[in-house]
């Protein structure tokens, strides 16, 4: 006999794994399906990200509620779950990136957070429901039974988390108490706590280093929607995630790799290895380009030619709005040129 809960077919096993598998295909069709009708005409990314949050996050996050606590709430095992691996699709399907690009890199770029978190927030509102409901309701039947065994109960275990470690299920499952839990706060202390994360896993990905030096705000860039060439935008977002063919990364490739000292610039004679910083602002080949380029800058930026290198990578990498389109036209211009031999 099969059972299900909320529509949800539970194994024998009591394992939501199946049915967390059937979410994300259907949540998939869904996404392919809105690409398709809408595959000619360029939506905003800011509209993607809204489609996503109102249509297709609905799907896959059906029932979270009862298989969201069941899941492993670490961010590196998250990543791996088949809800994050569809996240993460479709924000390098938007992005125009390559599937090795870091998922922690594609959710930055677009200011976005694990899913895990919202399903953080859904649990505990369905908590309060559960504690604040009325005593001859199931739902307050549900609770009492939690609250018999709570250590084996995932929910309470999430909440306990959640709120503070050092309190019973006792204590915060009294009708005063669960009424005032402040949700904001808890999955705001969530968010600060992901992105203590986020600042010390980048430390460790050496595929990371340029990006870590332009990114300051953990918010959707702004060149994305001040960028209007698609194209221009696109190669601008992949010299930021690294998803280029510089030799720093071409080298990084199992089949050509080679220790970093060794990834030299072919493009000039100076030795050096061919990292974001020295093809966009020091690589003999593009000089024109940057001369011609540099006196723009310099005309919206005074003094922007005399900017330590930092300073001058994050702008020309549109880390700063207003010459947010000047930078996308100067990658651009620097990309087409490394392709003629």
């Known amino acids: 006999m099969k059972y299900t809960y909320l529509g949800l077919p539970i194994t024998p096993s009591g394992s939501f794994c199946l049915a967390v598998n059937a979410l994300k295909d259907k949540a998939c069709r869904a996404l392919y399906a809105i690409r398709r009708k809408f595959w000619n005409i360029d939506i905003p990314i800011r509209i993607w990200c809204k489609i996503f949050d109102c249509v297709i996050q609905p799907i896959a996050m059906y029932g979270s509620e009862i298989w969201g606590p069941l899941s492993e709430h670490s ?19 938007i992005l125009k990136i390559q599937k090795k690009t870091p998922t922690n890199a594609c959710r930055a770029e677009l200011g976005r957070y694990p899913l895990a978190i919202n399903i953080q927030k859904r649990a505990l509102k369905f908590w309060m429901h559960l504690q ?67 600042q010390n896993e ?67 004679t100076t030795g050096e290895v061919e990292t974001e910083a020295h093809f966009l602002l020091q690589c003999d080949k593009y000089s024109k380009i940057r001369e011609a380029h540099f006196n723009k800058f310099n005309q919206v930026i005074p003094g922007f030619p005399d900017l330590n290198t930092d300073k001058l990578l994050s702008i020309l990498l549109g880390q700063q709005g207003q010459t947010a389109t000047l930078a996308a036209k100067y990658v651009s211009a620097c990309h087409r040129q490394r392709d003629i031999a």
């Not at 990543?79 to 390098?92: G, N, V, W, Y």
């Not at 307050?140 to 039974?145: F, Q, T, V």
């Not at 018999?148 to 306990?160: G, T």
């Open 75 to 93: 961010y590196n095992r998250w990543d791996k779950h088949p809800i994050e691996t569809l996240h993460a699709e479709f924000c390098r399907l």
């Open 202 to 268: 980048t430390k460790t990905q050496s595929k990371l280093e340029c990006y870590r030096t332009i990114k300051t705000n953990y918010e959707l860039e702004e060149y994305l929607f001040t960028v209007r060439d698609i194209k221009q935008r696109q190669i601008l977002t992949k010299y930021r995630l690294s998803d280029h063919s510089l030799a720093l990364e071409k080298g990084r490739r199992r089949q050509s790799w080679l220790p970093r000292e060794q990834r030299i610039c072919a493009h000039c």
């Open 132 to 198: 604040t409901s009325p005593t001859d309701t199931l739902h307050s039947e549900a609770a009492k039974s939690q609250a018999l065994n709570p250590e084996k109960s995932h929910l309470c275990q999430l909440v306990l988390r959640l709120t503070d470690p050092h309190l019973t299920h006792t204590d915060i499952s009294q009708t005063s108490t669960a009424s005032k839990l402040n949700v904001n706060k808890i999955i705001q202390n969530s968010k600060d706590k992901y992105l203590d994360h986020w």
